[in-house]
Nanobody, 129 residues
């Protein structure tokens, strides 16, 4: 399984960016998919996830209402629409796949970084004030 993230860049506060992650290999529809981010000097943290059943979506409190995750099983892609960006959103963003996910899941399970077994290379998002 390989993940390829794209769409990062430099944007002013209040602006928007759309991250995309293309997944190859395996059975995409069976994966839970997530975005994590890591700022300099900080641990990697959960941002958002979508379960196998497409409709269950989860967000960190810091991004809820501003970010929207979506998955396209036909294109084998997961996207993260980021609006109203803030300087504190600056980080390297990683997409990740949990290839052992069950159909329905809990927030505590899907937000746990240890459950993700494949990772993309990361894409830099920089928000200037």
């Amino acid at each position: 399984v390989q993940l390829q993230a794209s769409g990062g860049g430099l944007v002013q506060a209040g602006g928007s960016l759309r991250l995309s992650c293309t997944v190859s290999g395996g059975t995409f529809s069976r994966y839970a998919l997530a975005w994590f981010r890591q700022a300099p000097g900080k641990e990697r943290e959960f941002v958002s996830a979508v379960s196998r059943n497409v409709h269950d979506k989860f967000y960190a409190k810091s991004v809820k209402g501003r970010f929207t995750i979506s998955r396209d099983n036909a294109k084998k892609m997961v996207n993260l629409q980021m609006n109203s960006l803030k300087p504190e959103d600056t980080a390297v963003y990683y997409c990740a796949a949990n290839t052992r996910a069950i159909l329905s899941t809990t927030s505590s399970y899907i937000m746990d970084i240890s459950h993700y077994d494949y990772w993309g290379q990361g894409t830099q998002v920089t928000v200037s004030s």
